[in-house]
């Protein structure tokens, strides 16, 4: 007999449901926070789900975002500030109160104020709040303020902004509802991480083509449809064979390239002219096309160009920019049969893919009827889309010749006529926005006062460059100097190798933000644990002071003099702002919040509500009143009442009746967005949904809504003449000029138009002897280093073995438990291997940041984070290996200062197994209790 | 020993499609979140921050390499939980009746409070579906989250399993595969899915969908049909330009 017993099928599900912005990663998805009546009666999370109507995710919520519970009730977190008591790295801390804290603080920050706040580096790590604070920095008046984009995506971002006014991610997404042909290039699993997963399924939904260009083919790259597994640093010239044969064979847009681009702009060509490779412009400034009504010159916005003249002027031939893009890529050099054997791929494979990209972008034309009036006043009754998409991010983004193979990538959107039409790629507000409507970088340092402007922004030219006088960095990171001329994202990753060598300068604070710098977030950690520790002379330290904010116990706390303890973020105030790094989607501008659904059961703090206060304490301007007094008085009294222009605060929503973005403070904001959600959204009328760049009716938009102050048409910038500035200069040319030493390398590099270099360290590291590529790449159901404390998250990536090849495995007759010692120039690791075949023959990698030290994080110091894993970064040094020419040059990308950690060659030998994974750093002293055994919690019971 | 139903009403379950699963594990922890405050004893983890961390789950994602022969290696994202079968051995096999298979939907369950945990149901499962609790001691399923599905509490578009709710990708389907009109019987017609392991004759409710052809280029390589799509215009750079001056009167 079959019998079942009498069951609930509708129990109550929760209490309240509190919904705010999930922080499990960088994408920002909003949850519906399930809570219950604890013990104690006081409200508990109880579950996290997806929140529907959020713009980002749409209900869906991914397994980091799903742990979050975990994340709150984490033994690692701490639980008051702490001082140092024993020495620098062996993590003896006694718990202080906040006043003492911040007392602390302000004695040392403010000497360094009324003095030289240079001698303050204030970085902030994987920082949501960015343009709070880099406000603080800038009110503070140091120069050195950055947060980790430079060992991040820089490359991406910067390139597409002097490109195209965007790139990828945060700045636009594929048309996922229309393309047809979708590419994705290298990229790390949560940039980002539910949008693109979401956008897969619509493509696999409909039978959209997914080809996956990777070294290896896990995740997206696992359900592409066609896997390219190319060689790693390689991308830029696969793009450019693709460029080649597209070019050949007439399928580039001629129509959009005239109309949109600068395609048509006259390019000075006479290499004897101290001008050369500068546009011809007007007395306006105004770069100058042949105009193909008239044939005579006219500036290249008001003008549709003749794109095949040439033009004589003053003894200078100057031609247009398409004859140049032409002459370089339709060069054999090019060719697919020239670079096939180089980046892995036969010749026949990239013709092929060339002929799919143009049978799709010209063969399947999207049409919509929908009216648009572009910025010359021309009415067009229809939006034309070439359903051709691209993505990608830090696998190309990641090499000393990122930027320009991220050039390349946008330049063959470009040419495809697929960037901001049906199908392609769509611009997310605020974004399009050109390099020249991005402020500067500023550096100016005046004691006591603020800084004078913002730190990051776009160069234009040398007069651009962070340098003092004497032409020194006047940045402690050598952001923006003939270095890394373009180094829009700072360079945070140099600031304490550069502070422990006092080059260029010494400084006296190192303030830090959710970075973990003494493990996973340096290049070459054991040498960055030493320079946090290394004593002067006198036994001072040569970092003199150190304060750090984070939630849990990190590696990074052991090596702080003072920890200012964060609330996680369940537990504060935050704000997702269009000032900062948005959550727009192509088709709406949207902002959010978070707030604390949860009160902290301890004593700790929302940094961004103790920026507050230490502010107030220095008496910096906009954190005071005019009586002295604390302006505001926690981070959500800034969200709603800063005005960072005239109606535009750091949030848009709720602003006034209209709700247009722009409008007066309101006091009641705050609710209104808890009341809606946690989050605002825009939508974009029908009419501005595509071609933003010159859409009139976008242009009003975006005004309207307060992300410009007055239209900004553009024409995107298929050269970048900024890039040839620096190269003028490098020829000897104008009143800034650079090093001697480093002439020859911005001459080859800083090219205007894309080109492919091999990775720096090919040229450093014998390739014979070190063969092997090695990379990470970050798990979906992990944030750096932030998972392993995450009692769910651990269980499912607890530890990270190195992923060795088919062709490898063999030739080293590796078995499975095998351990193997790989040694690059600067270093060498000892860990658990692994066989993979579905990757790049010449290529190994693993899971970035699992790899945990003894101590940290609250974990027994016998987790396999700590005895199997491991990190890469032993093995990447912030410095390329000496080559006998005098000099050490830095492991960067030379335009943008980029960390090159995915340039590193190793070789690989097999070893007996190690008791644990090597190099095996002592225990740090944990300043948290030790964890409990299990976990079995039911709130509700 | 325990009785099955002899038929249900409705045949409930998933389909998951291999080909749009990319293994990111979301579903994995959604339903460890929601099985944890829900149904029964929470999904516990025994070491939760020690050497050997053993928790629970009903739901796990297993990945495969595959290598054919002529084209490069696949890897395959393979979620994994309580097919729901129709002959389900861990309900025939369990001593008390605590396991059973429901008369209306064809869900199978564990009634908690007359489990012994002797975990003959676990040995039974061919598919390693159910897990012993290692802290709890119960025996754990899925449950296809029976208290969603039916919640009166939930809006309606939630009540779903928190897996389908929670799946980026959209690659996990729940539905009706009694009826022929459901979504998930149309999406195994329409991509022919597949029955796990037929030959254990447990009649799984579930389906999988496989994946779709990959790197055909590998496969035809002799054949560029392509080809005759990029016919140069030109081979010079000059003569792309004037082709493109043509090619711009036009418009």
New interface residues.
Partial sequence: ?????A???????SDEVRQTTCYMCACRCGINV?M?DGPDGKKQV?????N?DHPV?Q?????????G?MQVTA?SRLRAPLKRVGARGEGKFEEISWDEALELATKWLKPIRETDQSKLAFFTGRDQSQSFTSYWAQAFGTPNYAAHGGFCSVNMAAAGIYTMGGAFWEFGQPDWDHTKLFMLFGVA?DHD??PI??G???L??RGAKVIGVNPI????N??????V?ITPGTDGLFILALVH?L?????ID??YL?RYTNAGVLVNCNEEDPDFGLFLRDDQGCALVID?ATGKPAPAEAAIP???ATHRHAGVTYKPV??LI??RY?DAAYAPEAVAERIGISA??I??I???I??VAF?EEITIDQEWTDFRGKKHDKMIGRPVSFHSMRGISAHSNGFQTCRALHMLQILLGSVEVPGGFRFKPPYPKPSYAHPKPHCKVTPGQPLDGPHLGFTHGPEDLCLKEDGSPARIDKAFTWENPMSAHGMMHMVISNAHAGDPYEIDTLFMYMANMSWNSSMNTSEVMRMLTDKKDDGEYKIPHIIYSDAYSSEMVAYADLILPDATYLERHDCISLLDRPICEADGAADAIRWPVVEPDRDVRGFQSVLCELGARLDLPGFVNEDGSQKYADYADYIVNHERRPGVGPLSGFRSEEDTGRGPVNPAQMDKYIENGGFWLKHIPDEARYYKPWNMAYQDWAVETGLYDKTLPYLFQLYVEPMAKYQRAARGHGLIQPPDHLRERIKATLDPLPIWYPPFLDGHADPEEYPVQALTQRP??MYHSWGS?N??????H?ANPLYVP?KLWQKHGFAEGDWARLTSPSGEITVPVVH????NENTVWTWNAIGKRKGAW???T???EV?KGFLLNHLIDELLPERGDGMRWSNSDPITGQAAWFDLRVKIEKVRAPAEAQPAHPAQGSPVPD??????????? | MTDLPTSTARKLGLVIDLDTCVGCHACVVACKGWNTENYGAPLADKDAYGAEPVGSFLNRIHSYEVQPANAPAQLIHFPKSCLHCEGAPCVTVCPTGASYKRVEDGIVLVNESDCIGCGLCAWACPYGAREMDPVENVMKKCTLCVDRIYNENLPEIDREPACVRTCPAGARHFGDFADPESNVSQLVAERGGIELMPEQETKPVNRYLPPRPKDEWAKDAEIDVLAPLLAPVAEEPKGLLGWLDKALERL
């Fill in positions: 007999m079959h019998r079942q017993p069951l609930d099928t509708s129990p109550k599900v399930h219950k109880a579950y996290i789900e997806g529907r995710n209900g869906v919520l991914c397994a980091k975002g799903s742990a519970i033994p699993e991480s539910n997963k979401i897969l399924g619509k696999k939904a083919r896990t995740g997206y696992a359900i592409a449809d066609e896997w597994g044969e070019l050949r064979a007439g399928k001629v129509n005239a193909r003749d794109l095949a398409l004859h032409a002459e339709m026949e494979r013709k092929r060339a002929g799919e143009a049978r063969e979906m159901a404390q009692a769910w998250l651990r269980q499912i607890g088919t993979m075949a579905a990757l609250a974990l027994d016998d987790a396999p005895t964890a409990p055994a299990d976990r079995s919690q039911k709130v509700g019971a």
